[in-house]
DNA sequence: AGCAATAATTGACGCATGTAAAAAAACTTT
DNA sequence: AAAGTTTTTTTACATGCGTCAATTATTGCT
């Protein structure tokens, strides 16, 4: 507090004779000064109030050390989670992470990939928004940077690299149990907002051809287009309960949000979806949302590995910004899911 | 994609012809340059693939645009929203919001807050981490910035700035509505992750003292020191009703997510908490989580009112960076909770 | 003590922009 | 068309630090 405040590395190395440059290798890394100037320094820092300024060192290092994430909500547990994980693993490797949400709109979107560009990031991951996005903003990131799409995929973006959940195994899987322990389920899709959306349906009905079972799927046209998800759930089997309709069927939900709309549309109507009573409702999800097993009753699902996806994000991207990607082939890491089994279904 | 990469202004100024503390002044407000010249620069960076570089233009300027946030959970959607709406308050006033979070780790809050002093960010808004949180991280950044503190607040300190809910009031109402339409309830407390946690129990006595009712808490040592919030009001409960105690309390839940476990422990128990039971099991909570309205049964709670809170932290910081603050006294602005009624209590 | 090896300092330049003052050019107005 | 006003260009310097080459100081070793 009362230390006196020292602005540039100029006074700094006046301040404790020591020689700027010699500062400047100091705070990069300060293993590359002698323990003897190290120790000069360290004792003359507690004398004053110095920090380098970020600027001024980003600007004129060739590599910056931030790599860049945009994710598209940040209201959504499963990305606070996957950010949380790539936090972690990227600060393990010495970097820092600069986040931007995209708040659902493609303009902020691209601001924010112009943002990191601007800034020199070493590189960046992205979840994309989904349907509404210019795929070129991430073309343009994958051309300039070190560059890895994460969660979900559009499908026409040939040269670009890609880390989330192999849904056709996780929704297969899920699909799979609950028509070996019930009725075949039906799917309760969420609005199309990105391409796992449809990648989770196409899943649900290859696994039900498979099967022999005949998919049917409902809820694809949004009720109510505010809100996204739970509130989606909700709309559409509170209708569909007030019509008397699939009041012991088995529900696929697309996640555990519509689930969890599915859940409160089912309470509302005094049903009791459970795995225990056969043949009666059952409601299931995806994600393994954090409030799963608070939910009642407590919510079956199948996980995503959010952890190892991060960590793989940010792997692969490390990898990349090394340059250690032998061959320039797209690489695309798809992470199982886990099934999740409690007691709605 | 396929234009010309352009990477400094000088290099600009020669390709389109337009000199370049012109070209500086246009990017910094377009307005400041004739109608004449702003066109003929538009139509040459149609041309060619130019962003000015992020820190060459922030070091320079005296004002960065920036202002920095410091929040300390990611996985919360309490703070999600909070955050989103402090974005949405700034980009609307022009600035540009960099968030950082503290893993509730005093020691990378440290960090985050000498990252904005080193950045020079215009402002501050910090959500604190709570009783493990160095005060002197916000003293420092309170002489040095303008500095506004948010959501939880230390009571030691005499000259740092605050918003957030007056939890006198809002505590004081939800409890004077449990004790008015049922048995007066127990507080089930959280751990004391932070300042609220103490206001919310000191609120709760008070009320119950005033309407000449015995307080009673619960829950004050972590059962689960791993899991903060759901998996401690499970625990807690879950203890509680295997005893047979406090089968038919009123219960309120020092916060939303703590009651969602005890909502969890309830229907473990084959208990139904509601309003409609007179003299049975009530549970109700504190902030409004968003999922709320989606619970079995719906969670009666205080909401906190989260845009109010992050525009009011924003446009007060904006009129302190403004240099508009009159005298210089503290300013504490609480706004007021509002009651949720809903199923569960 | 003397020598080689290692580390630190000095001085100079570069980075991509902001900014200010003076000169030149482009418009307005009468 | 001349005078006056606004805008732009020119020129030069500033920001805070990275980096390099050459020089000097320090250290370890025999």
Do not use: W
């Not at 293993?31 to 920090?51: F, M, Q």
């Not at 209201?75 to 600069?98: H, K, P």
């Not at 903003?137 to 026409?156: A, C, G, K, Q």
């Amino acid at each position: 507090m009362q230390k006196p405040k020292i602005h540039t590395m100029e006074e700094l190395s006046s301040a404790i004779g020591v020689s700027r440059p010699t500062l400047s290798r100091y705070f990069q890394d300060p293993s590359k000064v002698s323990r003897t100037s190290a120790n000069r320094i360290l004792s003359g820092l507690e004398k004053v109030d110095y920090t380098p300024n970020f600027f001024a060192t980003r600007m004129n290092r060739k590599t910056t050390g931030m790599i860049g994430v945009i994710i598209p909500y940040l209201n959504d547990l499963f990305f606070t989670r996957l950010l949380e994980s790539i936090e972690t693993a990227a600060m393990r490797a010495g970097y820092t992470v600069i986040t931007q949400c995209s708040h659902a709109d493609p303009a902020i979107e691209k601001r924010a990939a112009e943002t990191f560009l601007s800034m020199n990031v070493d590189g960046a991951i992205v979840a994309p928004l989904g349907n509404h996005s210019d795929l070129q903003v991430y073309e343009r990131l994958n051309d300039r940077l070190p560059f890895v799409l994460m969660d979900s995929r559009p499908e026409t973006l040939a040269d670009v690299d890609f880390v989330g959940t192999d849904h056709l195994q996780s929704t297969g899987a899920i699909t799979e149990y609950l028509c070996r322990v019930g009725a075949p389920p039906v799917f309760l899709a969420m609005p199309r907002v990105n391409f796992n959306a449809l990648e989770r349906e196409a899943a649900y009905i290859k696994k039900m051809d498979e099967l022999g079972f005949e998919p049917r799927i409902i809820g694809v046209d949004p009720m109510d287009s505010q809100d996204h998800f739970e509130g989606h759930g909700l709309a559409v089997l509170d209708d569909m309960f007030s019509r008397q309709e699939l009041l012991d069927a088995s529900f696929l939900c697309a996640n555990d949000r519509v689930a969890i709309g599915a859940l409160r549309a089912a309470a509302k109507h005094g049903l009791e979806p459970g795995a225990l009573r056969r043949g009666g409702l059952r409601i299931a999800g995806h994600d393994d949302y954090p409030l799963c097993p608070f939910m009642t009753p407590t919510l079956t699902t199948v996980a995503q590995d959010v952890t190892a996806i991060g960590q793989a994000a940010v792997d692969h991207l490390l990898k990349k910004l090394r340059g250690e990607n032998i061959d320039n082939n797209q690489v695309i890491l798809l992470i199982n899911g886990v099934l999740k089994l409690r007691e709605s279904a």
